[in-house]
């Protein structure tokens, strides 16, 4: 059972433009989320996260929002860069005392077209 | 270095046989998560240490699945009497205990079972 979900394997947006990434999820216990962005043969890097109690987060170019009645959420990178071409995850955990053990989307694989 | 440290890189071994995982935290990080990505998939939570609490075993996939962490710094992960389906990218992840921070991680140990 996928608790998160990212329903776009693949998308390619050109520099300078936005581009916006999904992520739904199921468990209605997952109180905070957060963007990882991967490179090949590299560890997941934290991007940006957001608590359940907000919607909307924002650091630079990147912005998280979150819309808890559709349990989904979103990233939105403007302006695009090269340099963002990655993998991006989705990640959810629930408050649990400090054991945020994360539950990962499948990945959304950014392409950037120069 | 500054970051999480994994060893090793890459590890090509035979079915049956078992092997060993090693990860360093980031200095000063109490929490330590194991997890680990099949082709094609998200990352899966495998298991949690945090201080001297009993671990959180509850994504291990079987009891050939051991992990120890000594000293509450470096930890092993071992997997006995490797499957070919115990192939994929092993990465591990370290945080502060204080709720709702980010999550660091290395770069995996890409382990292939032949």
């Known amino acids: 059972d996928q608790q998160v979900k990212q329903n776009s394997p693949s998308l390619s947006v050109q520099e300078g433009r936005i581009s916006i990434l999904n992520c739904d999820y199921t468990n209605s216990m997952f109180d905070y989320f957060l963007w990882y962005k991967k490179y090949p043969a590299e560890g997941p890097t934290f991007l940006i996260s957001i608590s359940s109690i907000k919607d909307k987060n924002e650091d630079g170019r990147f912005t998280v929002f979150l819309n808890k009645s559709a349990k989904h959420l979103s990233l939105h990178i403007v302006p695009s860069q090269p340099g963002d071409s990655a993998v991006y995850f989705c990640?959810?955990?629930?408050?649990?005392?400090?054991?945020?053990?994360?539950?990962f989307g499948t990945g959304t694989r950014l392409t950037i077209i120069p | 270095g500054a970051g999480v440290s994994q060893s090793p890189s890459n590890k090509v071994t035979e079915k049956g046989k078992d092997v060993e995982l090693r990860c360093d935290p980031i200095s000063g990080h109490t929490a330590l998560y194991w997890y680990r990505q099949s082709l094609g998939q998200g990352l899966e939570f495998l298991i949690y240490?945090?201080?001297?609490?009993?671990?959180?075993k509850s994504g291990l996939p079987s009891d050939r699945f051991s992990a120890e962490r000594t000293g509450g710094s470096v930890s092993t992960l071992t997997i006995q009497r490797t499957q070919q389906e115990d192939s994929a990218v092993y990465l591990c992840?370290?945080?502060?205990?204080?709720?709702?921070?980010?999550?660091?991680f290395g770069d995996g140990t890409r382990l292939s079972i032949l």
């Open positions: 992840a370290s945080s502060p205990y204080y709720g709702n921070q980010p999550q660091h």
């Open positions: 990640a959810a955990s629930e408050r649990n005392f400090g054991n945020e053990k994360l539950t």
């Open positions: 240490f945090q201080g001297n609490s009993a671990p959180d």
